[in-house]
T-cell receptor, first 115, second 112 residues
Framework: NAGVMQNPRHLVRRRGQEARLRCSPMKGHSHVYWYRQLPEEGLKFMVYLQKENIIDESGMPKERFSAEFPKEGPSILRIQQVVRGDSAAYFC?????????????FGPGTRLTVT | QQQVKQSPQSLIVQKGGISIINCAYENTAFDYFPWYQQFPGKGPALLIAIRPDVSEKKEGRFTISFNKSAKQFSLHIMDSQPGDSATYFCAASKTSGSRLTFGEGTQLTVNP
């Protein structure tokens, strides 16, 4: 059973470009969470999605950031017009959220560098 | 009220010693408390988790102690090994599957 997959692992973008980060959850998991980790800091929640639904986006910046989890395919975190402050590691986690099992399993992350 | 405070920020332990990391929370609605281990360049890996209906949970060398009245919980690593050197994060959430609120992390170094 493959773990949470994220790609690309490393992404370099110039200021003003768009960044697209992809996350495929573990098999059997239909809930995806995105977190951001700035250098030397802890993880901060961004958004929680189920298939075709955004459940909680209270951690998402109001502008330039969006996320989706379509019926088919991976979840995508999209950052438009990137700025240097967007440089960070972006992790997604998946969970089955069934019964009493709410454990979140993390992917390896995408390290975004904005030049 | 959503914060989780973690200490110490860094910890150095000799091989074979006990590593202790502490966390405190404020939101009484939290009822799921996991610990994650993260190596440089990797994603956080779930180590062990506890719910407030028990005061202690042990898995191998890792033990969580939970004090509901004090709103504190801690991770104990017994017989610490150099391979345990990593950053450890405590977290908290509501068991309804909502987001995790993480502590600031503790960088553990176990000297050989």
């Amino acid at each position: 059973n493959a773990g949470v997959m994220q790609n690309p692992r490393h992404l370099v973008r110039r200021r003003g470009q768009e960044a697209r980060l992809r996350c495929s959850p573990m098999k059997g998991h239909s809930h995806v969470y995105w977190y951001r980790q700035l250098p030397e800091e802890g993880l901060k929640f961004m958004v929680y999605l189920q298939k075709e639904n955004i459940i909680d986006e209270s951690g998402m910046p109001k502008e330039r950031f969006s996320a989706e989890f379509p019926k088919e395919g991976p979840s995508i975190l999209r950052i438009q017009q990137v700025v240097r402050g967007d440089s960070a590691a972006y992790f997604c986690a998946s969970s089955p959220n069934l019964g009493s099992n709410y454990e979140q399993y993390f992917g390896p992350g995408t390290r975004l560098t904005v030049t | 009220q959503q914060q989780v405070k973690q200490s110490p920020q860094s910890l150095i332990v000799q091989k074979g010693g006990i590593s202790i990391i502490n966390c405190a929370y404020e939101n009484t609605a939290f009822d799921y408390f996991p610990w994650y281990q993260q190596f440089p360049g990797k994603g956080p890996a779930l180590l062990i988790a506890i719910r407030p209906d028990v005061s202690e949970k042990k898995e191998g060398r890792f033990t969580i102690s939970f004090n509901k009245s004090a709103k504190q919980f801690s991770l104990h690593i017994m017989d610490s090994q150099p391979g345990d050197s990593a950053t450890y994060f405590c977290a908290a959430s509501k068991t309804s599957g909502s987001r995790l609120t993480f502590g600031e992390g503790t960088q553990l170094t176990v000297n050989p």
